[in-house]
């Protein structure tokens, strides 16, 4: 079965209320804090321990709001904080929310 990727927001369409939903759940948070210390990463590396299905929603919570980016390579889905477009859209939220 083939993975189907939404379609993730431009820079542009970045909204602060979507970004702040997805930040708001701490698994979501600690996702993004792994992915600022360590780059692109694969799904199945993060230490999260919950199952694959609450794993992939809170993946899926990420990237619709622009938080993340994913790209398939192979039957890898890689992620990667999508750090440039964060600032450029809310300067200083990202560096403020990863201090906490």
Do not use: W
């Amino acid at each position: 079965m083939p993975i189907f990727l939404p379609k993730e927001p431009s820079r542009k369409e970045l909204l602060l209320t979507a970004v702040l939903y997805a930040l708001s759940d701490e698994i979501r948070l600690g996702i993004v804090r792994q992915l600022a210390e360590r780059g692109e990463q694969a799904c199945g590396v993060f230490e999260v321990d919950r199952p694959k299905s609450s794993l992939s929603h809170h993946f899926r919570v990420l990237r619709e709001s622009g938080v993340v980016s994913t790209r398939k390579d192979g039957k890898t889905l890689l992620n990667t904080l999508r750090r440039e477009d964060l600032e450029a859209r809310f300067p200083g939220f990202l560096k403020a929310v990863l201090k906490g």
